[in-house]
């Protein structure tokens, strides 16, 4: 079963052929960094007209790379939701029309759950049916929460963050401290060999004890990043002069060490609540090294697996999308032929 998946949920406009829910036979990326850097962010307009004009150069490329021809795509897959409107509209108007041309299946994917299943990506991804119940840090640049897989398929949302994503955070600081958008990648780059305790940035929501509920989740594994951002702002406020004076390294790793840190208490704490033996961290932000081995600090110490996720399939990608509607997992996609798409789809939380 070869699916062709396509991905433009946001900046990224994606194509990959994907058999059997495992093997990535291509993955392409465009990325719009370039035509939205200017603006400091993502801007929605110029996102959607990005897809319109680039997308059937990425199928073509996708179909190229796996040495595929039109017949030999068995189903169409694409992100349905979360995401831009615009932007989603563009991905599956344009897989609706390839679905109907060919007559093959339209299957829609829930973007975060695709993220959740990219662990499973690649060479030395692990088993789903040994690793499971898995415990996933999702950190995108529009979400971030602790997601239970407790079995294929089935997962709990313990815990999310009640405004900013870390991704976002990131993005924000940046901009603060002068660095290009994608901020995650240049806060990473600019903290190089700066000190992350330098600062005593705030980091996350106050601690509540387990019983305190939100949106029916434990306080305690929830995140808040709107308060960081602003500290930061106050602090160069008050120190004018830090960059200049040659602080931005001492800066970016202390902002980046106080989401990780958060990222981390969070994480702790739902492996201690779970009793989880695996854990693994998906979506753009979990590209940073430093997180990456804050992660395998935690596991070992705890001593439960990690599994990183390939850089590859970390960012937005369509092989995610492709694979996971090739998985056979129950309820992994959707019928998406009369079916339309959802900006605020949210993980179906058992
Ligand atoms: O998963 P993703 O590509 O798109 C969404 O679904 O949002 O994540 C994008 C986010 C951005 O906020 C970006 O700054 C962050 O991932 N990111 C990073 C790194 N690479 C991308 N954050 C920290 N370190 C990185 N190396
Ligand atoms: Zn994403």
Redesign the pocket.
Known sequence: MKILGIET??D?TAAAIVRNGVEVLSNEVYSQVAQHEPYGGVVPELASRCHVEVLPGVVGRALAAAGQAWPGVDAIAVTYGPGLASSLLIGVAAAKSLALRLNKPLRGVN?LEA?LYSVFLGEHAPDPHVVCPLLVLLV????TCLVLVREPGVYQLLGRTLDDAA??A??KGASLLGLRY????A??VAAGEGNPVAIAFPRGLRQGNASQQVHGMRRDLCFSFSGLKTSLLYHLKKHPDAIANGGLPDLAASYQEAVFQALLDRTRRALEHTGAAHVACV???A??QR?GRLLGELSRAMGVQIHQTQPGY???NAAMIAALAGSGWPHASIDLMMEDIDPNLAIRSA
């Open positions: 949920s946001c990224e973007h993220h995108t640049g529009g979400h991704g976002e990131l993005d994608p901020g995650g990648p806060i990473e979506g753009g932000v590209r940073n997180l970390c960012t937005d």
